[in-house]
């Protein structure tokens, strides 16, 4: 079983005269519904999580739950930053949880999950960016389920390294940031990002030596050799693993989609992905950064 608590970066700036596109029939996700289901969602109520299944509107949703997966976030429900793609709201985000590590390590332990991915949304009012939060909820997860393997999802923390390795001073499993997209469409997509910050972050927990993740949406405005060149960019650095997902509008006021990518295209990038040398590449139009992420995470002779 998985359970993910995981990053979320963002809400958009308004895109005015934005046109949201029928979906194709490749992108129909099955309604949310069944016991599983129900006992994740009243398992979430009870300990007063957010999720980013339901902040970021995630179609796999219902698939995960559905067999008692969920994602989670933590550092509250609010981001500072304004990403065009993300439904996430942003804001001046509320004080910080303290007890927050200790409910997620609980719900961790009732579900009885072996892959935890802890995420959160982005701080950057805070010094360490919620570094300390994070690296206590794994301490917390690993206190209460030591069989657990447990991914992160983190911010970039503005760059600073020092926070980067509070959490790596923790010992997560894997090491998860996401690039989102092509370092042209930065300005657009992710304005308070930086592209070569990004991969830097990466390329600092390789050389600790942990294993490292990233993501990518496609459909935003990038084409398939932007994204060839960003997955040679990750594997320069040693990045593991890699998931490509279609990107999808959450709401008019959000970025519109591009193109819908073919299932067909999905295929062509994993092959060259594994190619280039990644350990695993997840590439499919649902694909989400944290979907099947326990499959993701295992050596070659365990899947």
């Avoid at 995420?119 to 917390?140: H, Y």
């Avoid at 308070?192 to 490292?212: I, P, W």
Wanted: hydrophobic share 35%; aromatic share 6%.
């Amino acid at each position: 079983m998985l359970l993910v608590v995981r990053e979320t970066s963002t809400t958009a700036p308004a895109v005015s005269g934005s046109t949201r596109q029928a979906r194709p029939a490749w992108l129909k996700a099955r309604v949310p519904g069944g016991e599983d289901y129900a006992r994740v969602k009243e398992l979430v109520a009870t300990h007063r999580l957010h999720t980013v299944c339901e902040e970021a509107r995630c179609p796999n949703m219902g698939e995960c739950w559905g067999r008692g997966t969920a994602t989670f976030m933590i550092l509250g429900d609010t981001c500072t930053r304004s990403c065009g793609f993300c439904a996430v709201k942003t804001g001046r985000p509320t004080e910080l949880n303290a007890n927050e590590p200790n409910r997620v390590a609980e719900a961790v332990k009732v579900l009885g999950v072996r892959h935890a991915v802890i995420t959160s949304v982005n701080r950057d009012e805070i010094v360490d960016g919620g570094a300390q939060i994070f690296a206590e909820t794994i301490r917390r997860v690993r206190e209460l389920s030591s069989e657990t393997k447990i991914e992160v999802l983190i911010p970039d923390f503005q760059g600073e390294e020092f926070a980067l390795n509070i959490v790596l001073d923790a010992f997560p499993d894997v090491l998860n940031h996401n690039l989102e997209t092509i370092p042209r469409l930065y300005p657009r997509v992710r304005p308070q990002a930086k592209y070569n910050r990004s991969v830097q972050l990466l390329d600092r927990a390789k050389r600790r030596g942990f294993v490292t993740k990233t993501g990518l949406m496609l459909g935003i405005g990038e084409n398939a050799e932007e994204v060839v060149e960003v997955m040679k960019d990750v594997r320069e650095i040693g990045c593991d693993i890699l998931t490509l997902g279609q990107y999808l509008q959450p709401t008019k006021n959000h970025l519109p989609v591009d193109r819908f990518v073919h299932p067909d295209e999905f295929k062509a990038l994993k092959e060259i992905g594994l190619a280039l040398g990644f350990s695993h590449v997840e590439s499919g139009p649902l694909v989400r950064s944290s979907y099947r992420a326990e499959r993701q995470a295992l050596g070659p002779g365990e899947k």
